[in-house]
């Protein structure tokens, strides 16, 4: 099993099904750290455009700098591909933010930049969840329109 040629998505062949899918061009990448975080939003079947696989996080105390994951295909594919929406769908940790900062820096030049909301599993308890899942819950909150 080798890689995608073009987002670095498991495949056997040179291209991925979802980078073959022309349905899946619409302008929106979504940058994902490794193939099973792409994978669980593709069981979502929300999400529409294409994907980027970065191979990691940036990490220092790890050894693991931007110059060893999959972030200049990311920049040139970006502007290359004319991208109209970059969504990060990073790990909410101090690796996943490091990287979406770094990330936004890059990318913002080129395509506007966004990054999934964080929030509470559905049929949690409020009481039961910690302060930084809180806070960004009420910071991704979106407004109720009526219908």
């Known amino acids: 099993?080798?890689?995608?040629?073009?987002?670095?998505?498991?495949?056997?062949?040179?291209?991925?099904?979802?980078?073959?899918?022309?349905?899946?061009?619409?302008?929106?990448?979504?940058?994902?750290?490794?193939?099973?975080?792409?994978?669980?939003?593709?069981?979502?079947?929300?999400?529409?455009?294409?994907?980027?696989?970065?191979?990691?996080?940036?990490?220092?105390?790890?050894?693991?700098?931007?110059?060893?994951?999959?972030?200049?295909?990311?920049?040139?594919?970006v502007d290359r591909e004319g991208i109209t929406e970059v969504i990060l769908a990073l790990t909410p940790s101090v690796e996943g933010d490091t990287t979406s900062l770094y990330l936004a820096r890059l990318l913002r030049p080129f395509s506007p930049v966004s990054r999934i909301a964080y929030g509470l599993p559905v049929g949690s308890e409020l009481e039961y969840a910690d302060e930084i899942t809180l806070a960004r819950a009420l910071e991704g909150r979106r407004r109720m329109d009526e219908q």
């Not at 220092?60 to 990311?74: I, N």
């Open 1 to 77: 099993m080798g890689q995608c040629r073009r987002c670095f998505h498991l495949s056997a062949e040179p291209l991925c099904e979802i980078c073959l899918n022309n349905e899946r061009q619409n302008g929106q990448l979504c940058v994902v750290a490794d193939s099973r975080d792409l994978l669980a939003l593709e069981r979502t079947r929300e999400f529409k455009g294409s994907y980027h696989v970065l191979g990691g996080l940036i990490s220092p105390m790890d050894g693991v700098g931007p110059e060893l994951l999959h972030v200049q295909p990311l920049v040139e594919r």
